[in-house]
């Protein structure tokens, strides 16, 4: 996966660097999103026509690679033998289908702009009349982000017109006196039918609400803040003892709960969701208030090395600030990004995919590991809500052709999907029925596929009084998900700590925005949308024009272009991203992402530097980071293939942005950057 490339990365880069992964797709929502019950009834059982445009922006568009997840009002449910297609083509592979959650692989390809038709079969409506809203999100799409959650226009429930609220009152005799019992006896005085009103009741919001086999994990938490924060995780495998924390499992490559398609990397990617403000009616005295400050306490960000680790965390922050909740992202005492409360009930993020690796061995195949996931949220009240989170990655035993009741329901001998019984050894829908090996099947597994043999691993990730970063900044987000109430750069964060009951748990406060001084922009030129190329003040969302890949076959002479920076007078900084935009289909760089190919094209760095890049097609993000100044001037030099057929680029090919700037101290305002062609 991308982001295991930043492992090197840690503190600000890292958090940067691995969230620049989200932008592939330019941080997109769906166009529009509409649905159409075929019966709008309540409790009535219907199928669902959901009707979603996919985004403008270049590489959104989505392939059969790409997971559709679909999120249905409180109270609806979905079967587990739900049926469906995407433009008339049967969905194939379903990764879930149980209580509000649909999620599938898309069986056909979607280009930027078009409709995206899903119909659903073997829906029951939610029971409380009234407009609902859904969510739909997608994964995995050409450029390899993410659609982000989009909400449906609202549609409405109703309730059944042919059945009144109604008192009845019979008699057994031709009298105007009423009995008082409940029986009807034969008579032919007719009945009558007294109707009375019932109240409308607003319906608790999202699937933390449900009263009935509540999903959600509340996370262990003091009961009266539990609900500010839950677990949403696909949880397919019953594991002894599983509480408000987990332990949840998932059998590697089973894409009921592993997201990550690549049976090769010998991890389980699970499928969590974060759930925010929730009227979880497990936890009566808990008041869902406004969700204001998101920490993540482990893995702890200070000292993070495993890949996995850093990538979790990244995923964390950014499905709880710029890339989702849009809150305020804290690491210890500093706030990397300032954000706003979140006042809506019931709210879940995107899927985040939490990677636990099987433990490796050097003579014997991987066995089961495990990791611990602790938050900290904090509401607009100051109540802190403490959830941990534990996930056991397990072997898979898929392919061996023996059938492991407990977690599969075919295996016909190979890890291949599309055979009737796919990688994870659960059978497909709409594909002929699997054969298996001729090996006996067993309803338990043997000794050597129990996962839980041994001593179990040992959990180093618990915090400490001591995990205070290194560098930190303030990444201004522009109009990108759901972080509308972001600062502009000319604004700082003022940070107090408040004592705390815990000494491993410190309170963030924002304070007011303060002026600072200033640096004069050494690139003054004005941003014109539609120009091809991504200039400061401009956003994907703001300009999608500008953030097109156009194709180009990569030719000589080479194109070099210094990057330089300045801070504001009388400011150091340790660590800083640029945003380097430029005219795809004029100049190109090798490869795409965080591949090797591209950080070989960044050069003249300055020394002992820790660095992340990511190579957008449109834009290339650079993060750098070291414990002494950076230099103000050159921060670096990148080398551009020219594409054939192409005008030559000039000056006005090129935008620089600076997306966030900081020193040991906190965030520093105001720093610019400029693009000069060296050719």
């Given at each position: ?305 495993d890949p996995a680790d850093i990538a979790n965390l990244l995923a964390l922050e950014a499905a709880a600030g710029i890339d989702g909740f849009g809150v305020t992202i804290a690491r210890g005492q500093v706030a990397l990004y300032q954000g706003h409360s ?338």
């Open positions: 996966m991308l982001v295991r490339s930043f492992a090197t990365a840690v503190g600000i880069v890292a958090f940067v660097a691995g969230n620049a992964w989200a932008y592939n797709c330019g941080g997109q929502t769906w166009q529009s999103v509409a649905v159409n019950p075929t019966s709008p009834i309540a409790g009535a059982s219907t199928s669902y026509t959901i009707q979603a445009t996919v985004p403008s922006l270049a590489g959104c568009n989505t392939t059969t690679s790409t997971e559709i997840d679909v999120t249905l009002p409180a109270d609806t449910t979905v079967s587990p033998a739900a049926t469906g297609s995407v433009n008339g083509t049967p969905i194939t592979t379903f990764v879930n289908r149980a209580g509000t959650a649909i999620s599938f692989l898309s069986p056909v390809s979607v280009g930027t702009n078009q409709l995206v038709d899903i119909l659903v079969n073997g829906i029951t409506n939610p029971t409380t009349p009234g407009s609902k809203t859904l969510t739909i999100a997608a994964a995995h799409t050409a450029s390899g982000g993410p659609i982000g959650q989009t909400s449906s226009a609202p549609y409405t429930i109703v309730v059944p017109t042919s059945t009144p609220t109604a008192t009845r009152t019979a008699t057994d005799s031709p009298t105007s006196t009423p009995t008082s019992t409940q029986s009807e006896a034969a008579t032919n005085t007719p009945v009558v039918f007294t109707s009375t009103s019932t109240p409308s009741v607003t319906p608790a919001l999202g699937p933390c609400a449900s009263s009935a086999a509540n999903p959600c994990l509340p996370g262990g938490g003091a009961k009266k803040s539990d609900c500010t924060l839950e677990w949403l995780v696909a949880s397919p495998i019953a594991v002894a003892g599983s509480g408000a924390t987990g332990p949840v499992a998932c059998y590697e490559g089973d894409r009921r709960c592993d997201v990550d398609p690549d049976l090769s990397n010998g991890m389980c990617s699970f499928r969590v969701q974060l759930c925010a403000n929730n009227d979880d009616p497990r936890l009566p005295t808990c008041a869902a208030d406004q969700l204001k400050v998101f920490e993540v306490k482990s893995p702890p960000p200070a000292r993070s090395k979140l006042s809506s009930h019931g709210v879940c993020s995107n899927v985040i995919p939490l990677q636990v690796p099987l433990r490796n061995h050097a003579k014997t195949p991987p066995t089961l590991d495990r990791k611990r996931i602790r938050v900290l949220a904090t509401n607009s009240k100051g109540s802190r809500d403490s959830d941990t989170l534990k996930l056991e990655c397990r072997p898979s035993t898929c392919g061996d052709g023996v059938l492991q009741a407990d977690h599969e329901t075919c295996d016909d001998g190979n890890r291949l999907s599309g055979d009737g019984c796919d990688q994870g050894c659960q059978r497909e829908p709409n594909t002929p029925t699997p054969t298996p090996r001729t090996t006996p099947l067993s309803p338990t597994p043997t000794a050597s596929e129990t996962a839980t043999s041994g001593p179990a691993p040992t959990d180093t990730g618990t915090p400490t009084a001591a995990e205070t970063p290194t560098t930190s900044a303030t990444f201004t987000p522009g109009s990108v998900g759901t972080a509308t109430a972001s600062p502009t750069p000319s604004e700082t964060i003022a940070v107090v700590e408040t004592p705390s009951a815990t000494a491993s748990e410190t309170s963030i406060v924002v304070g007011t925005a303060t002026a600072t001084a200033t640096a004069t922009a050494t690139q003054t030129a004005t941003p014109v949308c539609g120009n091809g190329v991504l200039q400061d003040g401009e956003t994907c969302t703001s300009c999608a024009a500008d953030c097109v890949v156009r194709s180009c076959t990569a030719t000589t002479p080479v194109r070099s272009v210094e990057v330089d920076f300045t801070a504001p007078v009388g400011q150091s900084v340790t660590g800083i991203t640029v945003l380097v935009g430029y005219r795809s289909g004029t100049i190109s760089l090798p490869g795409s992402g965080s591949a090797s190919s591209v950080g070989a094209r960044v050069k003249n760095k300055p020394s002992n530097v820790i660095a992340a890049v990511n190579d957008l097609d449109y834009a290339l993000r650079v993060v750098l980071s070291r414990s002494t100044e950076i230099p103000q001037g050159r921060l670096f030099t990148v080398d551009f293939d020219s594409c054939q057929g192409a005008t030559t680029p000039t000056a006005s090919s090129f935008g620089c942005h600076v997306e966030g700037c900081a020193n040991t101290f906190g965030n520093v305002s105001g720093c610019s950057c400029s693009v000069t062609p060296l050719f």
